[in-house]
């Protein structure tokens, strides 16, 4: 007889196709793959484009302008000359500018899904429900604060902190946008923003929306481009802070080229978040947390549930009820509205997922992929789960960034800390208990910024996200994520609050 409350054993049924229309995207429209600086569109000066494809069919989508050194200067003189105007602005003047982005969004979701599906791999169910609507609720949140600076626990009238160079990865490419433009804006400052090179498409859709809302010319300008357009921008002595999430080396790089500079930095950077289930958590809820922590964006989640340590009596029944729960899972094209895992972002990183994946086998872990076909085009990777993984493994230390999940085991809750701590990163834990006692007794113990307790990958504009140890500094969200925006007025040294 079947263990399980409901065999989930196939009756033979398929889902239809759901595909969303990928026409909404727009991607014929206008002026896009060009440069958004000082309001206007441009070609990069020396004419250089790169194109970017869709990573589900290899289907080359636009050629955007490649930013080179002096573009990066075009836009930070654009946002210098914007500051006094738009710092000088009254709040609630910021704010409803901000209030007409967060709507027009939302009016616009569903082309914004669109695109970011395309362009990033990504399924729709995702984009349509949480990075366009977490995006908007970014905008809505900050623009609500733009006329309450006072109150933001930097004393009165604090200042902005100037030209912002804000550098984001692919794998949110609207929503670390959002994260980063909408504190900027909302304490008065500029920002010259660089997409990742892999998804710059939809950073160029908001440029479009951020001219038909009227913000003021060289309020808002984004160069697209690789790394070397990343790295001008953070050289650029115009620049009075770098906001740059993305991987911890590049990160350190950064770092090291603005030590012993004025210019601010905060650094949101990679994880190996640890997902702690002990015996007595509610099985069901767990695995849905735990398939949610791992498989949600193909696992290109800076604070995705990669390493589950499973306390040693429930080890065999959570790996049998989740490896039957990842079999359900549906891998496909990721405009089709059923879909559950997309495409991986870049053959770059299907490479480096395989490289790890193949490390884990060598080094004696045991591998289970579902069994799932894989699409014959693009870049694909099938959920995968590793047991009997060693802490010093590879697959238990580096962030692999997919779909790929390490099972270690547990015997205590000490023994579950210490492994859990067991990483150079520190970005995000999740605990699974029915003890409220144990829960905080954990957190209390876990070198993470952020600690989930019976849920994984929360995230709310007014809670702070960030990290510690080696996944960086600096908070986004949240007052604290407001005060990388911000200084102290003049006449006021400290912060209170
Ligand atoms: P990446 O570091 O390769 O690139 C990130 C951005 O930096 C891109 O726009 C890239 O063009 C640019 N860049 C590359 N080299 C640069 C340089 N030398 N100087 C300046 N800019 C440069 O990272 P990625 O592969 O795009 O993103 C994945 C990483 O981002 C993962 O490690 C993930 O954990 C991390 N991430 C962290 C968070 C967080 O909030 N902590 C959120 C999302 C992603």
């Known amino acids: 007889m079947s263990r399980f409350p409901l065999d989930l054993g196939s009756p033979g049924w398929e889902y239809a196709p759901a595909p969303e229309a990928r026409t909404v995207a727009r991607l014929d429209a206008g002026a896009q793959g060009r440069l958004f600086i000082g309001g206007t569109w441009q070609d990069a000066a020396d004419g250089a484009t790169f194109p ?22 075009r836009a930070v003189a654009a946002a210098r000359a914007a500051l006094p105007a738009w710092s ?51 905008l ?15 004393g ?10 804000a550098i984001v990865p692919w794998n949110f490419p609207l929503l670390m946008l959002a994260w980063k433009v909408a504190p900027a804006l909302a304490s008065g400052s500029t920002v010259v923003l660089k997409p990742a090179e892999t998804t710059p498409l939809t950073a160029l859709r908001f440029a ?19 790394g070397a357009t990343g790295a001008a921008l953070v050289r650029h002595p115009g620049v009075d802070k770098i906001a ?41 809820e767990t695995i849905e947390g735990i398939v949610d922590g791992i498989f949600f964006n193909q696992g290109h989640v800076c604070c995705a549930g ?76 099938p959920p995968t789960v590793f047991t009997g993984v060693s802490q010093s493994s590879r697959i238990a230390q580096e962030e692999i960034f997919g779909p790929v999940l390490s099972v270690l085991t547990f015997r205590t809750p000490d023994e579950a800390v210490t492994k859990a701590n067991n990483t150079p990163y520190g970005l995000s834990a999740g605990i699974w208990t029915e003890k409220g006692a144990r829960i905080l007794w954990m957190a209390d113990r876990l070198r993470a ?44 040294g400290g912060i209170d609050g």
Request: glycine content about 10%; some cysteine.
């Open 52 to 73: 970017t494809h869709s990573p589900a069919t290899d289907e080359h989508l636009a050629d955007v302008a490649l930013a080179g050194g002096t573009d990066v200067d």
């Open 88 to 138: 000088g602005l009254p709040g609630a003047e910021r704010a409803k500018l901000l209030f007409r982005l967060a709507r027009m969004l939302q009016e616009r979701a569903r082309e914004f899904a669109v695109l970011e599906v395309l362009d990033n791999g990504k399924p729709i169910r995702e984009t349509r429900d949480f990075d366009v609507p977490t995006a908007a609720a970014h």
């Open 140 to 154: 809505f949140h900050h623009a609500g604060w733009a006329d309450k600076l006072d109150h933001a626990g930097l």
């Open 156 to 165: 009165p009238a604090p200042r902005p902190v100037g030209v912002v160079g």
């Open 208 to 226: 479009e929306l951020c001219e038909q809302a009227d913000l003021p010319p060289g309020v808002l300008n984004v160069v697209t481009g690789a």
């Open 244 to 284: 740059f999430t993305g991987s911890t080396a590049v990160g350190k790089d950064i770092q090291r080229t603005l030590a012993g500079t004025d210019r601010r930095l905060t650094l949101e950077l990679g994880g190996k978040a640890a997902n702690i289930v002990f015996a007595d958590a509610p099985i069901d």
């Open 306 to 381: 990669s390493r589950l340590l499973v306390e040693e009596p429930v080890h065999d029944l959570v790996v049998e009820r989740l490896t039957r729960r990842i079999g359900t899972l549906r891998l496909g094209d990721p405009l089709d509205k059923n879909t559950d895992v997309g495409a991986i972002n870049s053959p770059a990183q299907l490479a480096r997922i395989r490289e790890l994946a193949d490390v884990g086998e060598a080094e004696g872990a045991q591998r289970w992929t579902a069994d799932c076909p894989l699409p014959e085009r693009g870049n694909w990777f």
């Open 449 to 492: 910024g952020v600690v989930w307790a019976n849920t994984f990958n929360r995230f709310d504009p007014a809670s702070p996200f960030g990290g510690v140890k080696e996944s960086g500094f600096g908070r986004e969200g949240g007052r604290q994520g407001l005060h990388a925006y911000l200084e102290p007025s003049a006449d006021r």
